[in-house]
């Protein structure tokens, strides 16, 4: 009882103090309120008398008016009296409960606004408000209000304040008492133990030095948390719209705004100048871009990229920054330049010479120079400082995006610890056998796994990956919990699909379907009862373009009744053109356009219309929406969100969507005619079908594929990464407490 005591005197000492000085803070905190609602009350009162009181004032011999209309405003029951002073400083007009004590203030000058008056019957609240009719002042009128009310109410509040104390004393010093009489000095080390996170978040073995009574709660808390990561890291699989306001949510509530930077090759915009001198802005035909850029807009954050366009130069500022979108700014973009020899070696040469192809197993032999491996890591190198240069904060989150920068992630992790690193790969990832063709196959290796995250399209791509780590370092791979841990932290290997923003704002400028199906027939020269398919690929020899073409020509061979009566358009922008393999490809492809045209064109319609040139967002969306089929046939593909953008397209729900099997895309869009574009038979059917199937089942197809890109949009895409990264960020930090709070434990047990 005696060791009670000295728990529940001092409480109840301590709580009393508290109260004693509470409640006069209470008290004027109370009257505080109460006034600024009757200045609030008396202000809204006089604005809305200002018009009619101020018309009867201004008449002649209308005191009788003045008064019936101050006596209708006493009628509210906390207003005491009414009263109107002219601008002679008399009181002209009042009501009969008007206090002699208020006096009107003299000629030229300005009536006190707001006051209080202490009366022998009580406190009264006096509020003076201009009175003006076209700019000229009139006078003031005098709002006078009971506050007998308010010292009520602050005796009331006295009283709840001593009771609440008492109760709050009460229910304390119990507590005290029962935990002072059934605790022991072992049980609150291991509840210790316990809120420090070090038995939940730890070993086995950690837990087992746990008081055996507390072993069960332990387990139980343990539990409780991987069921709340869990369901954290499934939010955004719920019902849950996103859109960009989700996004800034995010950001917001789960990363607290934390900084964000995007770094990839290809920037958003480009600007270019043309012959005639003037700069224009392009966006280049990417799904990178395409797929990055809305989410940007949501982030606000920077955009390090390459400035390869011949103006980028000409609109940057000092530092290399630009602000984008130019119609509405919303992020900026880091410029980093590039000699042509560091552009040829990194970029054309092993990016693109050696990792495209090795990737994308697409029967081109890729090519690997030493030189160009040099070129790759000292540009790799320049972005890491370009990276480490626009950091605000020691632990930002940087999202590395695809294979030009293997390299970069572990380059920024040496010198940016903390940071959280999300390295997304675009393209497939090869199987073991494949990738170890690679000269420098573990510094690649390596260098991804800097990374906190790593990202890849389908989990066929992230099992090759674990197969190839496996094969060629010395990591621990572990398949339950998709974590490589080499070199330092571990890295996460997540799968996460890639989409487009819902809706597409492109579709926002689009004339309606049957305004674009004539536009485009007129525009190519068609009539109006051609049937037309559609293409809209970079010129790449992964896209299985010369593919589409012998397709459309079988279909010609084995359906006569199309010839002159179906054409198909093939947009196709021009990519890496200072490559062999893509010039011979060009080459390759409008000969076989030509070859085909020459055997099956007429007149009015060619089988083949090919346009080898950059198109804007609005003019793909244009074709999408023209066309009676789009063919993705790829021959390897991470993603393709070509097959994504044609569905976020057809709003009238019409439309067919040929889909190679070999892209990601493939795995979510079930509904769409899957080919496999090596199957020039297979392909040139299931255009057949395309142009025959009814519009019902059309429908039925657009209607699912449409739901689902709506769901799973690139908002989502985005959102699931940063949720991940905000899980990873928040078990870091307790992890750094749960380890503070065991060095200070040992720290007082030396002590002591």
């Not at 409960?97 to 009264?124: H, I, K, S, Y």
């Not at 197809?701 to 709506?710: E, K």
């Amino acid at each position: 009882m005696r060791l009670s005591l000295r728990f529940i005197v001092p409480l109840g000492l301590a709580l009393a103090a508290i109260a004693y000085a509470v409640v006069p803070l209470v008290d004027r905190l109370t009257l505080q309120w109460f006034v600024r609602d009757l200045e609030i009350r008396a202000t809204t009162i006089a604005n809305a008398a200002q018009e009619p009181l101020a018309a009867q004032v201004r008449e002649q011999r209308a005191k009788p008016k003045v008064l019936a209309y101050l006596a209708r405003l006493v009628q509210d029951e906390r207003i005491f009296a009414v009263g109107f002073c002219d601008r002679a400083g008399h009181l002209a007009h009042a009501t009969a409960t008007f206090p002699a004590a208020v006096q009107c203030a003299a000629a030229g000058r300005t009536m006190e606004r707001n006051r209080v008056l202490q009366l022998e019957d009580g406190p009264l609240h006096v509020s003076a408000n201009p009175v003006s009719a076209d700019r000229d002042f009139l006078g003031d009128l005098v709002i006078v209000h009971d506050m007998s009310f308010v010292e009520r109410r602050s005796d009331d509040t006295k009283k709840y304040v001593v009771w609440l104390f008492t109760a709050i004393a009460a229910v304390v010093a119990l507590i005290t008492v029962v935990i002072a009489e059934i605790s022991w000095r072992g049980w609150v080390a291991g509840m210790k133990r316990i809120i420090s996170g070090e038995a939940l978040l730890g070993t086995r073995e950690s837990l087992k030095v746990t008081a055996p009574e507390l072993r069960p709660i332990a387990r139980d808390l343990q539990a409780m948390v991987r069921e709340l990561e869990a369901e954290r890291h499934a939010r955004d699989e719920s019902q849950v719209t996103w859109g960009p306001e989700t996004l800034r949510g995010v950001l917001r509530d789960d990363l607290k705004g934390d900084e964000v930077l995007i770094v990839s090759n290809r920037e958003p915009y480009i600007h270019v100048r043309r012959k005639d001198n003037v700069i224009e802005i392009q966006r280049p035909a990417s799904g990178l871009v395409t797929a990055l850029e809305p989410v940007m807009r949501a982030c606000s954050g920077t955009w390090i990229a390459h400035g390869a366009g011949s103006a980028d130069r000409d609109t940057v500022d000092q530092r290399d920054h630009v602000r984008v979108p130019p119609e509405k700014p919303a992020y900026q973009i880091r410029r980093v330049w590039l000699t042509k020899e560091e552009e040829q070696g990194y970029y054309y040469g092993f990016a693109n010479e050696g990792l495209w192809p090795l990737c994308h197993i697409a029967h081109t032999r890729p090519v690997f120079r030493a030189q160009d491996w040099e070129h790759y890591k000292a540009v790799n190198r320049r972005f890491a400082d370009v990276v480490v240069g626009e950091t605000r904060t020691e632990d930002p989150i940087i999202l590395v995006q695809d294979y030009h920068f293997a390299l970069l992630p572990r380059m920024v992790r040496e010198r940016l610890p903390r940071a959280t690193i999300i390295a997304f790969w675009h393209i497939p990832w090869p199987n073991p056998e494949a990738f170890g063709i690679l000269p420098w196959r573990e510094e690649v290796l390596e260098g991804m796994l800097g990374s906190s995250i790593l990202g890849f399209h389908t989990q066929f791509h992230c099992n090759n990956f674990f197969d190839t780590v496996d094969r060629f370092l010395e990591a621990r791979v572990d398949r339950e919990t998709f974590t490589i841990s080499h070199g330092g932290e571990p890295t996460e290997v997540r799968r996460y699909p890639i989409s487009i923003e819902w809706p597409p704002a492109a579709l926002a400028t689009q004339a309606p379907v049957a305004g674009a199906r004539r536009a485009v027939r007129e525009r190519l020269g068609l009539a109006p009862d051609v049937r037309l398919g559609v293409g809209v690929d970079r010129l790449d020899y992964t896209k299985g373009i010369l593919e589409r073409f012998m397709a459309v020509e079988r279909l010609l061979e084995l359906e006569p009744r199309w010839v002159g009566k179906f054409s198909f358009l093939q947009a196709a922008a021009p990519s890496r053109s200072s490559i062999d393999e893509y010039q011979n490809l060009d080459a390759r492809v409008r000969a076989l356009a030509e070859r085909i045209n020459g055997r099956f064109g007429t007149a009015g319609c060619q089988p083949i219309v090919l346009r080898i040139e950059h198109h804007d967002a609005a003019q793909v969306y244009e074709l999408y929406r023209a066309a009676e089929f789009c063919c993705v046939s790829s021959l390897h593909d991470g993603m393709n969100l070509v097959a994504k953008e044609f569905v976020a397209a057809r709003d009238d729900l019409q439309g067919v969507l040929v889909l190679s099997q070999f892209t990601g895309a493939a795995r979510e869009l079930v509904e769409a005619l899957a080919v496999n574009p090596y199957d020039i038979e297979q392909s040139a059917a299931a255009m057949h079908l395309a142009l025959t199937m009814p519009p019902a089942e059309q429908r039925a197809r657009m209607r699912s594929m449409r739901g689902l890109v709506q769901d799973f949009n690139v908002y989502r895409w985005a959102g699931r990464m940063l949720l991940d990264a905000a899980r990873m960020r928040n078990r870091r930090r307790v992890l750094a407490g749960a380890r503070a709070a065991r060095r200070d434990s040992v720290a007082r047990q030396a002590g002591a």
